[in-house]
């Protein structure tokens, strides 16, 4: 079986996504990567083999954030294609969609600082066997921009021993040196929390932003290429498998 | 309908009874009392520039990168490869005075539609503000709720603020400002003027319902002193919704590029009455308006309110019929609103119709352009004086310890870090960012180029107080030499230019020296004036602001590749001071912060010098010689090289194109860089005053410290030839050493520098 020559992305557009031209432009960085948008009152995820959930403020989020964009049309056929198994990358606006939606565990509540915060983070790397980090060494540490007003992520703490338990907790806020600490949490999380995916490990939710941190030449830096890559790599295996 | 319009009317509104005779005189009798509202809007110095009109004549605004000039809803600059870039700035200083958070929310709204207006992406926004002291708890609400409001808008659009300015001066305290700045992308065949024509064509209003919010902003708010009725102005502010202006971003942009509308214009200052007798006016054609069938948030409105309504998040298109249902699908698509309030006539009248009753007849050139021109006689005000300031030991005792006074300055809120604000807003969104805030000039790739731009602002009102003349014609240059530190060449302004009420002799005289200031370093700078505002009337209780004439700037690369920051970057590269030698105390922060003073008479930049000064700053750094470049502002040499070794190890301070950077093998771990800087010889470098802390923290323009690798230095000196400059010092170790003469002045470890520079925070606790 020779391997395919490409995978296929789609890009969710809600209205009041502003990351999603960001998404698609990063995955078009990508040689092997073919990326489709996906509008909101859609159902047809256009032979997507895997989603991704952009950054913004889907139908302002003047309710709860995430909390509209649950109920659109598209989401419907995103919740049956992760059901199904299929790999859903939610960033920022897109994580808050997948807590709200219940395919991810918690809740993203405002930052501790009550106020939108815009900054470089380290994030260390505590689940390198994902889908979503393959890519990555363990323990590694990706330098990635966070832009949000809620970001602190909280969990009961039956669901966050069970979420440890599973590997779940993949991606951790932490110094340049690796080490987790208080100046190092950019809004509060619990744990450190930046990133999670659900028990069988498709769905992964992340608050920083991978899209904008694709490229060496931009203040942004590469740090966020291999989640996408991660993504990529499992895509080009499951096809070889299949 | 029952109100007259009488003379009483009109001055209730605002007009003056010249203006009011001048209407009946057009009108042949009293108008009908919608003609009268529109008129009291239109004619409001806010929307017809009356007093300043006959004074911006003076500015450049052509050359031939410039596909459009004033006149529209912004310019244009074309920066190669078929793209141009759309840009504008705008004051929203009163609404936000009443109500920080909306008046800076909507302020930036109104510049961003601006923007897309012409059929350009917006790509950057930047806020020039300045406030009264932080010591006062007024002055942080307002300064908490502005940044606030700049910050809900624009990430909420994904419009990345990649910089502006924050400013804190007494006169600033019952009149803040707030000037916002925004740019686009277009491809130069895509731009798309606010001109009505086509004779039967709709007139299709898009976006939000009209509401009574903002009624009378124009004229009540913006083009009136503040006195104690302040807080009833309240309901003249708007309120902003940034979601619908995403979707009517994604709307009319997908409506431009699809050619599917004659022509644009934006809904700001006086509504609806202002698009259309302008786009009336500009074709002229006339326009038939149906007030009765513009959406309504409230069902009770009277015609007149409809037609000055300010509010937010709305646009005027021309439709054709044939493309009507294709307009009407968009819309759809992005649940806008779409509503066909009229059509295009031939009768060159804007005339508005009520249930099929006619309630106003204008001849929309003689409301859009022939409103009254006045000239006050300008007075020069009593506090100029023509000397500088006697720096005497007696009125200016020397602090004992000068690394304590360059602590004092970097912790002083007009210095100090604003990283606490900028922070607050995305400033990477749209995956262009090269160069975050903090540095001199933010700046951005051109996606599939390698062309790059970058922006600016600038303005010490200070400065601008002591001599508004000398003052304006810095401010255009410092502008300009923060575009050169970052290796951007400027080509075009934009201005806002915030002055007291102009109907006083003083405050007209300071608007005509500042002109005069911009216009001959504008025309030395080969930077045209494309586009800009005028607000007067920042007064309260009489008291006038400094007048602060903001200057926005625009930079362009062949390659932004070449771009450096102001960081230190290896121990050892060499430090060289480009330009002039000793500092002025006049109106320096020095001057206000150690002596609690503001006077004297600030230096005159020498154009020709600050041409060569850039050209040559500019070649260096295209030339790769340069690892960093910095402007000696605010706090003279001492605070630049201050913050060139405290930007060496912040985290997220700085790009890290260079992977050998030290933030960049660390990840910005906070690993400092100082610097050992020798002032040279006393008698060259401390002026007339002959004291050390003026060479250390005196200002002047034309001033610019950038480091280099030692083995470039005989390249740099070649391309230096016989500019002013002179090697002042290497980059060392962790702590900041200056010396004179070889004597020591002071060491002070860089971590405590940077303690002092971050401490805004603290203020605001």
């Known amino acids: 079986m020779t391997a395919p020559s490409t995978v296929r992305f789609g890009v969710v557009v809600f209205p009041g996504s502003n990351c999603d031209a960001d998404a698609h432009h990063a995955l078009s960085t990508f040689p092997d990567v073919d990326v489709d948008y996906l509008w909101h009152k859609d159902t047809d995820l256009k032979g997507a083999e895997a989603i991704v959930l952009p950054g913004g403020f889907s139908y302002g989020d003047y309710l709860r954030c995430g909390a509209i964009a649950r109920f659109s049309p598209i989401m419907q056929s995103v919740i049956e294609f992760a059901e199904a198994g299929g790999l859903v990358l939610g960033i920022?606006?897109?994580?808050?969609?997948?807590?709200?939606?219940?395919?991810?565990?918690?809740?993203?509540?405002?930052?501790?600082?009550?106020?939108?915060?815009?900054?470089?983070?380290?994030?260390?790397?505590?689940?390198?066997?994902?889908?979503?980090?393959?890519?990555?060494?363990?323990?590694?540490?990706?330098?990635?921009?966070?832009?949000?007003?809620?970001?602190?992520?909280?969990?009961?703490?039956?669901?966050?021993?069970?979420?440890?338990?599973?590997?779940?907790?993949?991606?951790?806020?932490?110094?340049?040196?690796?080490?987790?600490?208080?100046?190092?949490?950019?809004?509060?999380?619990?744990?450190?929390?930046?990133?999670?995916?659900?028990?069988?490990?498709?769905?992964?939710?992340?608050?920083?932003?991978?899209?904008?941190?694709?490229?060496?030449?931009?203040?942004?830096?590469?740090?966020?290429?291999?989640?996408?890559?991660?993504?990529?790599?499992?895509?080009?295996?499951r096809e070889v498998a299949r | 309908m029952s109100q007259r319009a009488t003379f009483e009317a009109a001055v209730t509104l605002g007009l003056t009874a010249d203006e009011y005779a001048r209407i009946c005189e057009i009108q042949g009798g009293e108008p009908t009392y919608v003609e009268l509202a529109i008129y009291s809007l239109m004619w409001s110095e806010h929307c017809s520039y009356k007093h300043s009109r006959p004074i911006l004549g003076r500015f450049p605004t052509s050359g031939p990168r410039i596909l459009q000039g004033p006149g529209e809803n912004a310019g244009i600059i074309d920066v190669g490869d078929g793209w141009a870039v759309a840009m504008k700035v705008e004051s929203h200083n009163h609404p936000s005075a009443v109500e920080p958070f909306q008046g800076a929310a909507t302020g930036v709204g109104g510049i961003v539609r601006d923007i897309f207006t012409m059929g350009a992406r917006p790509c950057v926004s930047m806020d020039s503000l300045r406030f009264g002291e932080l010591t006062e708890p007024r002055q942080r609400f307002l300064l908490d709720g502005v940044v606030g409001g700049i910050a809900h808008y624009g990430n909420c659009l994904g419009i990345p603020t990649v910089g502006g300015e924050i400013y804190f001066e007494p006169s600033y305290e019952g009149n803040c400002l707030v000037n916002a700045m925004a740019a686009g992308m277009i491809?130069?065949?895509?731009?798309?003027?606010?001109?009505?024509?086509?004779?039967?064509?709709?007139?299709?209003?898009?976006?939000?319902?009209?509401?009574?919010?903002?009624?009378?902003?124009?004229?009540?708010?913006?083009?009136?002193?503040?006195?104690?009725?302040?807080?009833?102005?309240?309901?003249?502010?708007?309120?902003?919704?940034?979601?619908?202006?995403?979707?009517?971003?994604?709307?009319?942009?997908?409506?431009?590029?699809?050619?599917?509308?004659?022509?644009?214009?934006?809904?700001?200052?006086?509504?609806?009455?202002?698009?259309?007798?302008?786009m009336a006016s500009k074709g002229t054609v006339g326009l038939d308006i149906h007030a009765d069938r513009v959406p309504l948030r409230e069902a009770d409105m009277e015609p007149w309110e409809i037609m000055i309504s300010e509010s937010q998040e709305r646009m005027l298109a021309i439709v054709t019929e044939e493309q009507l249902a294709d307009v009407r699908e968009v819309c759809e698509r992005w649940d806008l609103d779409c509503s066909v309030i009229g059509q295009v006539t031939d009768t060159k009248m804007l005339r508005i119709h009520w249930h099929g009753e006619r309630v106003a007849n204008i001849p929309a050139r003689r409301l859009a352009d022939e409103s009254p021109v006045i000239r006050t006689p300008?007075?020069?005000?009593?506090?100029?004086?023509?000397?500088?300031?006697?720096?005497?030991?007696?009125?200016?005792?020397?602090?004992?310890?000068?690394?304590?006074?360059?602590?004092?300055?970097?912790?002083?809120?007009?210095?100090?870090?604003?990283?606490?604000?900028?922070?607050?807003?995305?400033?990477?969104?749209?995956?262009?960012?090269?160069?975050?805030?903090?540095?001199?000039?933010?700046?951005?790739?051109?996606?599939?180029?390698?062309?790059?731009?970058?922006?600016?602002?600038?303005?010490?009102?200070?400065?601008?107080?002591?001599?508004?003349?000398?003052?304006?014609?810095?401010?255009?240059?410092?502008?300009?030499?923060?575009?050169?530190?970052?290796?951007?060449?400027?080509?075009?302004?934009?201005?806002?230019?915030?002055?007291?009420?102009?109907?006083?002799?003083?405050?007209?005289?300071?608007?005509?020296?500042?002109?005069?200031?911009?216009?001959?370093?504008?025309?030395?700078?080969?930077?045209?004036?494309?586009?800009?505002?005028?607000?007067?009337?920042?007064?309260?209780?009489?008291?006038?602001?400094?007048?602060?004439?903001?200057?926005?700037?625009?930079?362009?690369?062949?390659?932004?590749?070449?771009?450096?920051?102001?960081?230190?970057?290896?121990?050892?590269?060499?430090?060289?001071?480009?330009?002039?030698?000793?500092?002025?105390?006049?109106?320096?922060?020095?001057?206000?912060?150690?002596?609690?003073?503001?006077?004297?008479?600030?230096?005159?930049?020498?154009?020709?010098?600050?041409?060569?000064?850039?050209?040559?700053?500019?070649?260096?750094?295209?030339?790769?010689?340069?690892?960093?470049?910095?402007?000696?502002?605010?706090?003279?040499?001492?605070?630049?090289?201050?913050?060139?070794?405290?930007?060496?190890?912040?985290?997220?301070?700085?790009?890290?194109?260079?992977?050998?950077?030290?933030?960049?093998?660390?990840?910005?771990?906070?690993?400092?860089?100082?610097?050992?800087?020798?002032?040279?010889?006393?008698?060259?470098?401390?002026?007339?005053?002959?004291?050390?802390?003026?060479?250390?923290?005196?200002?002047?323009?034309?001033?610019?410290?950038?480091?280099?690798?030692?083995?470039?230095?005989?390249?740099?000196?070649?391309?230096?030839?016989?500019?002013?400059?002179?090697?002042?010092?290497?980059?060392?170790?962790?702590d900041l050493r200056c010396t004179m003469d070889g004597e020591e002045l002071f060491t002070v470890p860089v971590s405590e520098l940077h303690s002092a520079y971050e401490s805004l925070p603290q203020r605001l606790a």
């Open chain 1, 92 to 237: 920022c606006n897109g994580f808050q969609i997948l807590t709200e939606a219940g395919l991810l565990p918690g809740a993203l509540l405002r930052n501790t600082g009550l106020k939108f915060v815009c900054r470089y983070v380290n994030l260390r790397v505590d689940n390198a066997e994902t889908a979503f980090t393959g890519a990555c060494d363990a323990d590694e540490v990706l330098r990635i921009v966070v832009k949000h007003n809620e970001g602190n992520y909280t969990a009961d703490p039956a669901t966050l021993a069970r979420m440890k338990a599973n590997g779940q907790i993949v991606l951790r806020y932490v110094t340049a040196a690796g080490e987790q600490g208080d100046s190092a949490n950019p809004n509060g999380a619990v744990d450190d929390i930046a990133g999670v995916c659900n028990q069988r490990g498709n769905v992964f939710g992340m608050m920083p932003h991978p899209e904008n941190s694709v490229e060496a030449a931009l203040a942004g830096g590469a740090g966020g290429r291999r989640i996408f890559q991660s993504m990529v790599d499992t895509l080009m295996a």
């Open chain 2, 187 to 278: 491809r130069t065949d895509g731009i798309v003027r606010a001109i009505a024509s086509g004779v039967g064509n709709h007139v299709v209003l898009i976006g939000s319902k009209t509401g009574r919010d903002g009624i009378g902003g124009a004229s009540v708010l913006a083009s009136q002193e503040f006195d104690e009725t302040l807080e009833e102005k309240r309901p003249s502010v708007q309120v902003g919704d940034p979601f619908t202006e995403k979707k009517l971003i994604e709307a009319c942009l997908e409506l431009i590029h699809r050619k599917l509308v004659v022509s644009m214009q934006d809904l700001g200052a006086a509504g609806l009455t202002s698009s259309s007798s302008e």
């Open chain 2, 378 to 734: 300008s007075v020069k005000p009593d506090y100029i004086v023509d000397e500088p300031v006697a720096v005497s030991d007696a009125a200016y005792p020397q602090p004992t310890d000068l690394g304590a006074a360059l602590a004092l300055l970097l912790a002083a809120p007009n210095i100090a870090s604003k990283r606490w604000a900028w922070e607050q807003y995305d400033y990477i969104v749209q995956a262009n960012t090269v160069q975050i805030p903090g540095s001199d000039a933010a700046v951005l790739r051109i996606k599939d180029s390698p062309r790059g731009i970058a922006f600016s602002n600038d303005c010490n009102g200070r400065h601008c107080y002591l001599d508004p003349y000398r003052g304006a014609k810095a401010a255009v240059a410092e502008a300009a030499r923060n575009l050169a530190c970052a290796g951007a060449l400027p080509v075009a302004v934009t201005d806002c230019l915030n002055f007291g009420n102009p109907e006083k002799g003083e405050i007209y005289w300071q608007f005509e020296q500042a002109v005069e200031g911009i216009a001959e370093a504008c025309e030395a700078l080969d930077t045209p004036v494309v586009s800009g505002n005028v607000s007067f009337y920042n007064e309260s209780f009489g008291q006038a602001i400094y007048p602060t004439p903001m200057i926005g700037m625009l930079g362009v690369y062949d390659d932004v590749g070449v771009h450096i920051d102001d960081a230190f970057k290896d121990e050892g590269d060499v430090i060289v001071l480009l330009g002039a030698e000793a500092g002025w105390m006049d109106g320096s922060e020095y001057q206000k912060v150690a002596y609690g003073k503001v006077e004297g008479r600030v230096p005159d930049v020498d154009l020709r010098l600050e041409v060569e000064l850039q050209g040559k700053l500019r070649a260096a750094i295209e030339a790769r010689l340069l690892k960093s470049a910095h402007d000696c502002a605010e706090g003279g040499l001492a605070v630049a090289l201050a913050e060139g070794a405290i930007a060496s190890g912040v985290t997220g301070g700085t790009a890290f194109a260079d992977p050998d950077t030290p933030q960049a093998r660390e990840g910005g771990a906070g690993r400092w860089l100082g610097a050992e800087v020798d002032l040279g010889s006393a008698s060259i470098v401390t002026g007339a005053a002959g004291r050390p802390d003026l060479a250390l923290f005196g200002e002047a323009p034309t001033r610019v410290i950038v480091t280099v690798a030692p083995e470039l230095l005989g390249p740099l000196e070649a391309v230096l030839g016989d500019l002013p400059h002179r090697v002042v010092g290497r980059v060392t170790g962790a």
